[in-house]
């Protein structure tokens, strides 16, 4: 076996739970940040082409993106969750078949997802929200974003795989090379003095970056360096094993498919009232400003989840519990510092990307709102991550579902017809309050139903 092994081993098995999620955890979460960068430059070089339809027409694409990084997740998360398990009970050849599966399904997935994008492309963004005047510019950045999907499934599936087993150093690598390149290479691609592509250019020079990203993991991979071997004969899909993977991974996928649908109805909602393109362009800034505080959130959240995992699979209940105190204080504390931070700083954070006051004016009070009961989506992701790590998958998905779809959508259909652009204010801070209750009323079945699955009785003190 690799030399990872051991030090892999000892992280998720040895170290005191509170210390292997920070060590998992902290370049997990610099990987999201560089992640989120790809978004965020794009949206701030944007900004200085000075053309607020451009703005508009990335607002457009922000839905398109969360839905492909919901499709990302499906396979990558239930790949982490499934591989933590057969590492945590000393499987590691069933570990590399279920990772191996998961990244040739995703290289198949991403093809067609590519191919099908690109052919209903037109309809698509209009589905979205793209007025006549932004329709154009919103297609030729979306192509390129169908073109990366090539890359981005497989190579996140292979990122979640290098979490399972604590080989966190290369991912972090790879994503922070690919959002260094992004920055350097989108002022070339986009403005006169280079290519001068405009938008299209922007979203070229993200998808040559994630393909960089892609080419480095399969270097890892390739390279033997990996506890877990990907293997052309470990490939073994069956509608069995799909199912499984899918059950563990669509309850994440599903949180970031309901920000897209909730993105896509604000979208809408925003269209029938008075300055909607400047509406829309503010909440495409707020929405790519959002991404990078989940990502805090979601980075913190892979450092818990394959400790959680293995300890789940080797029966480790006090380890489990550890894991579950921590992750939950944890959460907790990250949504209160970025809503502090994102209210505090709401209108210089807008002004980095547009300075055209109607927008600005918009964009503050859409981000004060929309983080203003932020630790509801710290509290109900990580109690969805718990609920899927102990094979609970049904009511994972439920709460998964909660804050963006079942709560946010009623709200965001009917308030705003009301109360105008308040009810579109409103919408995120009344979801937030019914997903807090909920998700506290849901932590003491998680811990009994824990308890039980690793033979332990259930106890109501626990």
Known sequence: MSENKPQSQSILADMPPSKAIVKLAVPATLALLAKAVY???????IGMLRSDIALTAVGV???????????????AAGAAVLAGRQLGAKDDDAA???VTTVIGLSVLIGIVLCVCGIVFIDPLMRAFGASEASLPLAKDYAFW???AALANLPAQSMNCAARAESSVKISSIAVITGAALNILLDPVFMFQWGLGLGVEGASLATTVSQFVTFFILVWFYGSGRSVIKIRLRAFRPSWGFIRDIAMIGIPTAVIQICLSVAASLTNIAAASLPQSDEIIAAYGVV???????????????Q????VAAYAFGAKNEDRFHQSVRFALKGALLLTVLVEAVYILLAKPLILVFNNNPVIVDYGRWLLTSQVALYPAFGLCYMMTITYQTIGASRYGLFLSLIRQGLFYVPFILILPGLLGIWGIY??????DILTILV????????KRIASWKMGEPRQEDR
Do not use: H, K, W
Request: proline share 7%; net charge neutral; glycine share 4%.
């Open 39 to 45: 978004n965020l430059v794009d949206t701030a070089y």
């Open 61 to 75: 694409t922000v839905p398109l993106l969360l839905i492909m990084v919901s499709i990302e997740n499906i396979f």
């Open 96 to 98: 590399s078949r279920t």
């Open 145 to 147: 974003m169908f073109i």
């Open 287 to 301: 929405q790519r400003l959002i991404l990078l505080g989940c990502y805090v959130v979601m980075g913190f959240m």
């Open 303 to 306: 450092g818990y989840q394959p």
């Open 426 to 431: 409103a919408s995120q801070p009344a979801a």
């Open 439 to 446: 998700c506290v009323l849901s932590i003491p079945a998680m």
